[in-house]
């Protein structure tokens, strides 16, 4: 069955045949009026490959389908994520509980950047959690290269908007892990106040609750930073910063690192590494083990959404959601029903523009794509010894030709819509030029 979905890709849950294992399927379907799927896609897996930690979901192999023009991306499978748990009303984390996630979380933080590795999407729903209290940060499709010593811009539409740092919603190109830092700072925010903290529905919004919680930036600030969206954007009375006054209940230790988490200046922030040291981890009460967590009943964002849906039609039509009244007010308190707005908007609007550009060749790409025990062909694995070495250069990850070798003569290996091989060759002598219209995401994803 399907446990998530993105942009461009769906995440199913699935058996592997021999040896009886439970995965997630990660399915990518890309064509060549995608080009930023298969670009995500490559860069995904390139990062994947140099990343060995604990805390960093492991990539186990590739499938290719024979049936559409797809991949699939075997990954280990995570029963619950961080948002499915906050969200149920049955939850209350205590401290150490929220200390061992938060250790977890830093901790393959500190490895991603280590290896030059911003996740830049830092979210409830990509924080895995399986049933032994391991934590893993997963789908890294937004996730990019970085160098602190050669500084090149990347694109500031990035993380998914509740827990976006204001550099970025100013228009920032030029940013470090202190974006990473900050989401973890609202995680940890949002697992001691059992919501999200900062729920914005519009960019516009987002700023306003940052300025308010956080406090506007300072004077200096503003001179030093010169962001381009600095002159829409800078409040005309400026924000006292009530981080303290709003989160007053939480241990002192969890202020303080949020406090400097939740920095408006990003070189506040510090690292991972830093962050791992605080007093937050290092004072009673200790961080419990994993494996002492509590065994929790299978619970993803999907399975809140779900949730919410029912309640809200139950509302409509005039009966009651399950549960006692506590759980329904809290339900009504919080925004779980409505998702946090996609990080990956840009690619989102980008694509739906060639869509309805190519609405004319819409006959040629229309495909049934099956369920994926019925799709998948030709796969291998990922072992150790694909490790790629840390101090290994990718090549530029624009061309998928960077994470597969295929050549021409291995078409079958890499299929699209299956077909007659004695009518592709009529069909070619006959309409060659009509052929090569039909099926440009082949050649493309070769």
């Known amino acids: 069955g399907q446990i998530g979905q993105g942009t461009y890709s769906n995440v199913y849950k699935a058996r592997d045949t021999v040896s009886g294992k439970i995965v997630a399927l990660k399915k990518v379907r890309f064509d060549n009026l995608e080009p930023e799927s298969v670009r995500f896609m490559a860069r995904e897996i390139l990062i994947l490959r140099r990343l060995d930690h604990p805390s960093v979901i492991k990539i ?35 401290e150490p509980q929220v200390k061992c ?20 999407d830092i979210k409830g729903s990509n924080l895995l959690l399986d049933n032994n209290g391991m934590l893993k940060i997963a789908d890294f499709g937004l996730a990019s290269f970085f160098d602190p ?27 470090g892990v202190g974006v990473d830092l900050w989401s973890a700072g609202c995680i940890l925010a949002e697992l001691l106040a059992g919501r999200p903290i900062m729920p914005g529905r519009t960019e516009v919004e987002q700023l306003h609750k940052i300025f308010k919680l956080c406090g506007s930036p300072t004077e200096e ?16 009375q400026p924000y006292k910063r009530r981080i303290t006054d709003t989160f007053k209940d939480f241990p002192q230790s969890a202020l303080r690192l949020i406090e400097t988490l939740l920095a408006i200046d990003p070189a ?18 200790y961080a419990c083990e994993p494996s002492s967590l509590p065994k929790y009943p299978p619970s993803k964002e999907m399975d809140a959404k779900r949730r919410d849906e029912e309640a809200r039609r139950s509302r409509a039509a005039g009966g009651r959601p399950n549960g006692d009244g506590a759980s329904k007010a809290r339900t009504r308190d919080r925004p779980r029903g409505a998702a ?19 609405h004319a060749n819409a006959k040629s790409k229309s495909e ?17 010894s694909n490790q790629m070495d840390p101090l290994y250069e990718p090549p530029d990850p624009t061309s998928f030709s960077t994470v597969f070798s295929h050549e021409k003569s291995s078409v079958p290996t890499w299929s699209g819509p299956l077909v007659n091989s004695s009518a592709v060759g009529n069909q070619k002598r006959k309409h060659k030029s009509s052929r090569s219209s039909k099926q440009p995401s082949t050649a493309r994803a070769r």
Not at 149 to 174: C, F, I, N
Request: glycine share 6%.
């Open 60 to 94: 186990d192999g590739l499938v290719t389908s024979r049936m559409s023009c797809s991949l699939y991306l075997v990954f280990e499978y995570m029963e619950h994520d961080l948002a499915g748990l906050v969200a149920s009303p049955d939850i209350k984390f205590t």
């Open 101 to 120: 996630y938060m250790n977890q979380l830093l901790s393959g933080l500190e490895h991603c950047h280590d290896r030059g590795v911003l996740h830049r």
């Open 268 to 285: 506040d922030r510090l690292t991972a590494s830093s962050a791992l040291r605080s007093d937050f981890f290092t004072t009673e009460p």
């Open 340 to 358: 946090a707005p996609e990080a990956n908007a840009e690619l989102q609007v980008n694509i739906d523009k060639r869509r309805i550009a190519s």
């Open 368 to 384: 049934k794509f099956p369920p994926p025990h019925q799709d998948g062909a030709v796969g291998f694995p990922l072992g150790s």
């Open 221 to 236: 600030y503003w001179k030093k930073s010169k962001l381009p969206h600095a002159t829409i954007f800078k409040p005309q």
């Open 149 to 175: 010593s050669r500084k090149q811009p990347m694109t500031s539409r990035v993380v998914t908007l509740w827990y976006r740092p204001p550099e970025l919603l100013l228009g920032a190109t030029d940013y």
